[in-house]
């Protein structure tokens, strides 16, 4: 099966889900606090420590197998939010990106962290 796009994933996603007979517990509610929590786990992995021990994260391999667990979790879960919700996350994406390239032009927005209603 090949799993490199979303809608592949996804397939593979809800038939482990389904098999398990879970989607009784995936309430698009519960999926949104579920997304969180598996957030608040992959930014755990950077508590108390500075930018440049967060920068080395990547180059140990326990924590480099847990960032990419978290990563992982938060991602399967949006796609079961985005099934739930009926949204197609790729076209979303790329729509999303198109907004923001209107929101924040290169010529205004290059090197600058201002929020689009601060760029001038």
Known sequence: MKLNDFSALTAALLEFRDARDWKQFHSLRNLII?????????????????????????????????????????????????????????????EKIDKNAQKYPVAKAYGSRAKYTELG
């Open 34 to 94: 579920s997304l969180n929590l598996e957030a608040a786990e992959l930014l755990e992995l950077t508590q108390w420590k500075s930018d440049a021990e967060v920068e080395a994260l990547p180059s140990n391999p326990a924590i480099h197998e847990a960032l990419r667990d978290e990563c992982a979790d938060v991602l399967l879960y949006l796609l079961l939010i985005a099934d739930a919700a009926g949204v197609d996350l790729a076209t979303a994406a790329r």
